[in-house]
C-alpha cells in the first residue's frame, strides 16, 4: 500500500518565492528522500535525511524530518523557473529495498 | 558515462506481442530496481534484484519476467502485452549499507499499447 502524502497536490508561486512541499507517511521508516522528476523525465535524487536526522541542507533545498509526527517538508528557497517539476519523497524500510512513493507535488513556478 | 542507461527510451506496441526493456548501471552497485510509474505519476515498485537473486516481486501479472544476466543489469520482459501496461517503467539502482542508500534512476522508457 502506499506510504507517503504529499500536501499540497500542486502549488504555483512567483520567482523568488519560497515553495514548502509536505510528506507524510505511515509506518517506520530508513531513510527518507526527496526527488525531482521535470515533465517526462527520469527521477533526479535531490536529498536524503536518515531516520535520525531531524534537518539537512543542500544549496536552496531544506529537509526536515519528524518521525514523531511521520512527516517531512521539502523547503525550495528563492524559486526558480527551473525548479518547474514534480516532487515526490519516497520512504525505505530499511537499507536495500524498495522505495515507497507519494502521489508528489507538482510545482510550478512563474517568472 | 550515464550512470542508469535504459533502452528504449521510447516504446509502441501492439496489444499482445513481447517486448523487452533493458537496463544497464556502471555504478558498481549491488542492488536493482524496477519501477512502474502511471498515468497519474504514482510510482510502484515492481522487482528488486539483488546481485543477479530475486529480492522483491510485488503484485506484478506473471507476464512480467525481469533477468539479471549480472549485477549490471537488469532486463525486463513483458509478454502478451495488454493496454494497461500502458505507463512508464524505470529502473534504478543502490548501493545499501556504508550510508549509500541512494537510488539512482535511469531516465524511463515510456511503454504505449494500441
Known amino acids: 500500500s502506499q506510504q507517503g502524502e504529499e500536501d499540497p497536490q500542486a502549488l504555483s508561486i512567483q520567482e523568488g518565492e519560497n515553495a514548502t512541499m509536505n510528506c507524510s507517511y505511515k509506518t517506520s521508516i530508513n531513510n527518507l528522500q526527496w526527488y525531482r522528476q521535470n515533465s517526462g523525465r527520469g527521477l533526479v535524487h535531490l536529498i536524503l535525511?536518515?531516520?535520525?536526522?531531524r534537518e539537512k541542507h543542500s544549496g536552496r533545498l531544506r529537509v526536515t524530518l519528524d518521525t514523531s509526527k511521520k512527516s517531512s517538508s521539502l523547503l525550495i528557497t528563492a524559486s526558480r523557473a527551473a525548479d518547474t517539476a514534480s516532487y515526490f519523497c519516497?520512504?525505505?524500510?530499511?537499507?536495500?529495498?524498495?522505495?515507497?512513493f507519494g502521489k508528489g507535488t507538482t510545482l510550478s513556478v512563474s517568472s | 558515462d550515464t550512470a542508469v542507461s535504459q533502452t528504449p527510451k521510447y516504446l509502441v506496441t501492439q496489444m499482445g506481442n513481447d517486448k523487452s526493456i533493458k537496463c544497464e548501471q556502471n555504478?558498481?552497485?549491488?542492488?536493482m530496481y524496477w519501477y512502474k510509474q502511471d498515468s497519474k505519476k504514482f510510482l510502484k515498485i515492481m522487482f528488486s534484484?539483488?546481485?543477479?537473486?530475486?529480492?522483491i516481486n510485488e503484485t506484478v501479472p506473471n507476464r512480467f519476467s525481469p533477468k539479471s544476466p549480472d549485477k549490471a543489469h537488469l532486463n525486463l520482459h513483458i509478454n502478451s502485452l495488454e493496454l494497461g501496461d500502458s505507463a512508464v517503467y524505470f529502473c534504478?539502482?543502490?548501493?545499501?549499507?556504508?550510508?549509500?542508500?541512494?537510488?539512482?534512476f535511469g531516465p524511463g522508457t515510456r511503454l504505449t499499447v494500441l
Open positions: 555504478l558498481g552497485h549491488d542492488t
Open positions: 534504478a539502482s543502490s548501493q545499501p549499507g556504508l550510508g549509500q542508500d541512494t537510488q539512482y
Open positions: 519516497a520512504t525505505d524500510a530499511q537499507a536495500g529495498t524498495a522505495l515507497i
Open positions: 535525511i536518515r531516520s535520525n536526522e
Open positions: 534484484y539483488n546481485n543477479k537473486e530475486l529480492i
